[in-house]
């Protein structure tokens, strides 16, 4: 199963930006769909967005629609998430997934990134 290793989270303050990177440890990876997730304290994991991982079709979750974006890099295994305008309430940990087969969901993660906005 591919390994997938989030990197660039930190302690940034509100207004910032930051973006975080997740890459696949197979040289041969080629998922349908990568994703992003992040779970506050005390609340459940929530789905922020994906993309194609072929076509680069993006979609993103109402929440942070306009204020994030995400993007890949096939070459280097690497998908992106670009945070603009960092509000406290985005502090969470922030994972990657990947779908491997159609209908299967999210079936690989990372371990995820700390993320903390301060006010």
């Known amino acids: 199963q591919v390994q997938l290793v989030e990197s660039g989270g930190g302690l940034v303050q509100a207004g910032d930006s930051l973006r975080l990177s997740c890459a696949a440890s197979?040289?041969?990876?080629?998922?349908?769909?990568m994703g992003w997730f992040r779970q506050a304290p005390g609340k459940g994991r929530a789905f922020l967005g994906q993309?194609?991982?072929?076509?680069?079709?993006?979609s993103a979750a109402d929440s942070v629609k306009g204020r994030f974006t995400i993007s890949r890099d096939n070459a280097a295994n690497t998908v992106y998430l670009q945070m603009n305008s960092l509000k406290p309430e985005d502090t969470a940990v922030y994972y990657c997934?990947?779908?491997?087969?159609?209908?299967?969901?999210?079936?690989?993660w990372g371990r995820g990134t700390q993320v903390t906005v301060s006010s």
């Open positions: 197979e040289r041969t990876f080629s998922p349908y769909f």
């Open positions: 997934a990947a779908v491997s087969k159609l209908g299967k969901g999210f079936d690989s």
């Open positions: 993309i194609n991982w072929s076509s680069g079709d993006t």
